[in-house]
């Protein structure tokens, strides 16, 4: 393969001038890559662009999220049974929830006692 010369404007450091040999000589790799994947994504799946099917991309964000999980630093039981805020948060929560279970309900029935007015169902 030729070696290609790079014309330089006047002013420029050489630091610029080694990066900028060095990217045209580079092959490009980045084409070849995506043109395997391309290639071995359409045999998988031919009708579908390229893509995998739906339970494919399920199972890799199944198995994202679990492998994100395992990275979290658990605390024991025994540290979270002595700190004495994990109880308290735990009953905030758990009131908040249920105070909006509530609100949510009496709005669901409200709008459905509305549409059966409307509609004329009893």
């Known amino acids: 393969m030729a070696k290609k010369d790079v014309k330089l404007d006047v002013g420029v450091d050489e630091g610029t001038v080694e990066s900028q040999k060095n990217l045209a000589n580079q092959p490009h790799k980045k084409e070849k890559k995506s043109a ?11 009708g579908n662009n390229g893509q995998p099917n739906v339970f ?4 890799k964000g199944f198995s994202g999220m679990i492998s994100e999980l395992k990275k979290v630093d658990w605390p024991s039981m025994k540290r979270t049974k002595n ?5 308290a948060n735990t ?7 249920l105070f909006f279970l509530v609100i ?4 669901d029935s409200g709008l459905l006692a509305l549409l059966r ?5 009893e």
Not at 83 to 87: D, F, H, Q, R, S
Not at 92 to 97: A, H, I
């Open 36 to 46: 395997k994947s391309n290639s071995a994504k359409n045999s998988k799946n031919p």
């Open 104 to 107: 949510i309900t009496a709005f």
């Open 117 to 121: 007015l409307l509609v004329g169902l």
């Open 83 to 87: 700190t004495p805020g994990v109880l």
């Open 91 to 97: 009953g905030t929560v758990l009131f908040v929830v």
């Open 56 to 59: 494919q991309r399920m199972a």
